[in-house]
């Protein structure tokens, strides 16, 4: 009778085991796809207003020739991270819908940011650089999915270093020295490689199968956009290094 009883309390908890493993690669596979969708609308962007009329809105040539703001451009950017801060900060008091729309709202706005890229770089070191990144977070990432190891020690040290990051940058952007660019992108490229592994065992360790369908999008969406993020600022500091100038 107990040797029975064991097997049915084995098999409930097998079976429990198995709905949330199916709910979780679920939940995985759909932050996935937004972070995708979020990705596809930021380079479609970018391309736009680089290289069609819709760049005028945004973009202005200067008498020696290099492209400036606009007044309207201007406000798109400082608008597009005003919206990144309100998504990541006020994200538990939006609905699941709400939270989705902003989140691709951003992703097309980032857009903007980085269409200076196609007059920098050629297009098809861009390309390369994408695949490139794309093949890193993938790695990355699914170390993160599937390692054992508990990679939250790294969490302290990546945050330091980010910070460390954009203080050089801030600087940098007065003092205009190829050696801290160089540095900065290295450091770069080894924080947001780390922060792709941590953050996808982050949002794995999230997951709860009794989230309703609200807090479920929720997540789904911080999620995408924690990667979007991830993948994004990878591939600006791989540009440096991998990209040909035109």
Not at 113 to 123: E, N, Q, R, S
């Amino acid at each position: 009778m107990a040797d029975y009883d064991n097997r049915v309390i084995r098999g409930a908890r097998s079976a429990e085991a198995g709905l949330i493993d199916s709910g979780l690669r679920a939940h995985m596979l759909r932050i996935y796809n937004y972070m995708l969708v979020g990705l596809t609308l930021t380079g479609a962007t970018a391309y736009a207003a680089a290289n069609t009329s819709f760049g005028q809105l945004f973009f202005q040539a200067s008498a020696s020739g290099r492209q400036s703001l606009t007044g309207l451009g201007l406000v798109v950017l400082l608008g597009t991270f005003g919206l990144g801060f309100w998504l990541i900060l006020g994200i538990n008091r939006m609905s699941a819908a709400t939270a989705q729309l902003l989140f691709w709202t951003y992703a097309a706005l980032f857009g903007v940011a980085l269409a200076p890229i196609f007059w920098v770089y050629t297009d098809g070191s861009i390309a390369t650089t994408f695949f490139i990144t794309a093949a890193t977070f993938g790695s990355m990432s699914l170390w993160g999915y599937t390692t054992r190891s508990d990679l939250s020690g790294m969490g302290s040290f990546l945050l330091m270093g980010l910070i460390g990051v954009i203080i050089a940058m801030v600087v940098n952007m007065f003092l205009h020295s190829a050696m801290i660019m160089f540095v900065v992108s290295v450091a770069g490229v080894l924080i947001f490689t780390g922060l792709t592994a941590y953050d996808t065992q982050m949002l794995k360790e999230m997951y709860s199968a009794n989230d309703d369908g609200t807090i479920a999008g929720r997540k789904a969406v911080y999620g995408a956009l924690m990667l979007y993020l991830d993948f994004i600022n990878l591939f600006r500091f791989l540009l440096y290094f991998l990209g040909n100038r035109r």
